[in-house]
């Protein structure tokens, strides 16, 4: 649902400010300049600004989709870029599935990579839930660590499915820098040593 309010600050320098709304909400709402679909306009204390809440990284409450009063919303279409990294960690799933059945890879390595990727996964949802509720979070090393070591394909679906670290720029390329390194690595010893993976699980 849209809300209306009154522009009550704005930090010209920083590109933020604060919307006053309409009615008896009592907290200011944090709007940035990248919120606004009209970038060629310069916000004023006092401008009427049309917005839907929304919450930042760390669950904070903020504009997001702002209008001056008069403009019309303009509706973004969606961006399936990110979907590739779902079409990959389906594809590798696939594959190892294939794998096991073909004896390629033993019955304890299908288990470890399943159970790596569901509590990745789950590690992400609790990240969110964090980030909503403002509590100490999750640090995204740490998100990185269960991608390096197999979990890559559980945070695809979590960056996807909960909407979550999935637009950051430099966690995207720490993330997909995760990837290479991995499936490089489990590629390279299932063509040319699969007696060490064999050991190792």
């Known amino acids: 649902m849209r809300q209306k309010g009154r522009l009550k600050t704005w930090n010209s320098d920083k590109a933020f400010g604060f919307i006053s709304p309409n ?12 919120a606004l679909q009209n970038k060629n306009q310069t916000p004023k204390v006092g401008d ?9 990284d760390r669950g904070r409450q903020c504009a997001a989709n702002a209008t001056f009063s008069g403009e019309k919303l303009k509706l973004k279409q969606p961006n399936n870029r990110n979907n590739l ?13 294939y794998d096991y059945v073909t004896k390629q890879v ?8 399943l159970l790596i990727n569901l509590v990745t996964f789950l590690i992400y949802w609790l990240d969110k839930a964090k980030a909503q509720r403002g509590s100490w979070r999750i640090s995204e090393s740490s998100l990185h660590m269960f991608s390096l070591i197999g979990g890559w394909a559980g945070a695809a679906f979590a960056q996807q499915v909960l909407s979550h670290k ?17 499936t ?18």
Do not use: C
């Open 23 to 34: 009615g008896n909400a009592s907290k200011d709402v944090f709007v940035h300049k990248s």
């Open 48 to 56: 009427i600004i049309t917005f839907n809440l929304s919450s930042d």
């Open 85 to 97: 990294s779902i079409y990959l960690a389906a594809m590798f799933i696939v594959f190892l599935v």
């Open 106 to 113: 033993t019955n304890s390595l299908l288990v470890y990579y």
């Open 166 to 182: 999935s637009k950051k720029r430099a966690f995207r390329v720490s993330y997909w820098f995760t990837v290479v390194v991995h």
């Open 184 to 201: 490089s690595a489990f590629i390279w010893l299932l063509a040319n040593k699969p007696e060490l993976l064999h050991q190792m699980f």
